[in-house]
């Protein structure tokens, strides 16, 4: 009864067209009421509780950062940078925009701001040089869900809050799995445009690559400090968001000199608007989440999977099913704080590695980002690209398809994920 009235009250109050963090309250105030427990000061307690945590400084730092490379120059530069390296072979421009996002993945942890800012540049070109609108724009948004693998990562820091797991590790053990999305989806593009009859773009001169690199070369260090200073403890993700904020704010203001003071106050303005959003959401989840733990619901979930508790890898495909369902109709932020909680006691009482299950989680939050019909990157995509959503759907779907296997492949064996991760922590 505990999961029906949960579950009928948070979908009840989304359907009615509230926000989501507004159908969290409305969900807890409902849990409340049925155990007996409803006091307005429990609320106010929880969400200012949920909103105060060390780790989520990161969220406001990360945002600022991906505000700050995309208007100071340094995510063109990435762009240019592959586009000299791989730009030349057959489906060219199609490699470029899956390195690029790579790269982006690295400096920003937003899909959205990366996928927006590699369809304007890339999309265009490749439509020019030959290739279908539909693939490339679908190619530019499977490669904007790398952001939340490859850390930074704001799904990381969200989902180890949420989850109580070590958000340093969950960075660490990530970098693999984000790559392993983007050879996929070189294999794929590999497939996609074997026949298409598109134009080869001319090779770059070993000058010019020296240039690109020489020119991006402060933009490409930025996710050497990442992985340096998280590996040997140098800093927290939380301290890494500063150095991460002020170090692209140091090279697009001095070194590329592309933004001046009169640029600052709007993209603070955006980033605290966007981190305003993403904090009461969590603030919100967060009560949701202690009700969760109070009324047991937890344990009631644990009894409904137990038939599959023994067979760690069919649990899995149980619950990355779920989470793919889940996906087509919640935004990834919201689907981490609602479904962390419920899950987190059923992995433990499996003996499944948290942080192996976290980077799966989020790879399948992600992936959720360009599933129809709420998949906020494909229609951002699809907006900056200036295509219809039904071509946009069909061009995405081989991409889509390629990830999704990549996730049943670390499903399968979980050595590709926890092997790096033991290494990159040692």
């Not at 930074?152 to 984000?178: D, R």
């Not at 137990?306 to 890898?313: G, L």
């Not at 039904?390 to 492949?409: N, R, S, W």
């Amino acid at each position: 009864m505990t999961i029906l009235i949960f579950t009928a009250s948070l979908l009840g109050a989304m359907a009615l067209g509230m926000p989501i963090a507004f159908a969290l309250l409305v969900c807890g105030v409902a849990l409340m009421l049925h155990i007996g427990l409803f006091d307005s000061q429990i609320i106010a307690q929880n969400l200012i509780n949920g909103a105060d945590s060390f780790p989520l400084l990161a969220v406001p730092f990360f945002m600022l950062a991906g505000e700050i490379m995309n208007a100071g120059g340094l995510a063109r530069r990435i762009v240019t940078v592959a586009m000299t390296l791989v730009g030349h072979v057959r489906g060219g421009l199609g490699y470029v925009a899956i390195l690029a996002s790579c790269l982006l993945a690295s400096l920003s942890g937003s899909a959205v701001a990366d996928a927006a800012a590699l369809a304007a540049l890339i999309v265009p070109m490749m439509v020019k040089a030959g290739h279908s609108r539909a693939h490339a724009a679908g190619l530019v948004a499977a490669g904007g869900i790398i952001a939340p693998v490859i850390p930074p990562s704001i799904g990381f820091v969200i989902f180890g809050v949420a989850g109580g797991v070590s958000i340093s590790k969950l960075f660490l053990a990530g970098i693999v799995p984000g790559l392993m999305l983007g050879v996929g989806l070189a294999i794929a593009w590999w497939y996609v445009s074997r026949n298409d009859g598109s134009e080869r773009q001319a090779r770059a001169s070993l000058a010019e690559v020296g240039k690109a690199l020489v020119d991006g070369f402060w933009a490409l260090m930025l996710p050497v400090i990442i992985v340096v200073g998280l590996r040997f403890g140098i800093f927290t993700p939380t301290e890494a968001a500063v150095v991460v904020a002020v170090y692209a704010l140091i090279v697009a203001t001095f070194v590329y000199k592309e933004l001046t003071l009169k640029d600052l106050p709007r993209l603070f303005t955006s980033a605290a608007i966007t981190t305003a959003v993403v904090m009461f959401l969590v603030a919100a989840a967060l009560v949701a989440s202690w009700l969760i733990t109070v009324a047991e619901i937890t344990h009631d979930i644990v009894a409904m999977v137990q038939p599959f508790i023994e067979n760690k890898t069919l649990l899995m495909i149980v619950i990355m099913l779920l989470v793919v369902i889940v996906g087509t109709a919640l935004d990834m932020t919201p689907t981490i704080l609602i479904l962390t909680p419920v899950l987190m006691p059923v992995i433990k009482a499996a003996g499944i590695d948290p942080v192996y299950f976290g980077v799966l989680f989020i790879i399948n939050n992600a992936i959720g980002l360009i599933t129809p019909p709420v998949g906020t990157v494909l229609n951002v995509v699809c907006g900056v690209s200036k295509i219809s959503m039904e071509e946009i759907i069909k061009g995405v779907t081989p991409f889509m398809i390629a990830q999704l296997t990549v996730l049943f492949l670390l499903i399968l064996f979980p050595i590709l994920v926890t092997g790096p991760a033991r290494w990159f922590a040692s």
